[in-house]
């Protein structure tokens, strides 16, 4: 049982030890040279000029919800795309419908006009 795991830790192992290097390398040979602009706050692409605890504008929560949303879409493709010979045509169509639905959820945020910034 464990030889048909072991494929799967050698990649586990093999990304973390990459992931880690690339990391520690950027940090050793990054340059250190910090000015006031780098290290200025900043939050949403405006400079903050006033208090911390003021009202953002809900379009900002808006964007993130539907990134949220539609982004997870994604995360349903990857094993159906796998399994889909496992499946056959009932999860096909299953995909399908889930697919019609996000549509519908997207055209309706597009006509109420969600996805426009003033």
Do not use: H
Not at 6 to 33: C, E, H, N, Q, R
Not at 44 to 62: I, S
Request: aromatic share 20%; glycine share 6%; proline share 3%.
């Amino acid at each position: 049982m464990l030889a048909n795991y072991l494929p799967i830790l050698i990649f586990l192992i093999i990304t973390m030890v990459m992931g880690s290097a690339f990391f520690l390398i950027g940090y050793v040979l990054g340059p250190k040279k910090f000015d006031s602009e780098k290290m200025s706050s900043y939050e949403c692409g405006f400079a903050a000029f006033e208090d911390a605890r003021m009202k953002f504008d809900v379009r900002y929560y808006l964007v993130a919800i539907l990134f949220i949303i539609f982004d997870l879409e994604i995360a349903f493709f990857l094993p159906w795309a796998v399994a889909l010979r496992e499946i056959n045509i009932a999860g096909f169509w299953a995909m399908m419908i889930f697919l019609g639905v996000l549509v519908v959820g997207f055209i309706y945020e597009w006509r109420k006009g969600a996805l426009e910034w003033e």
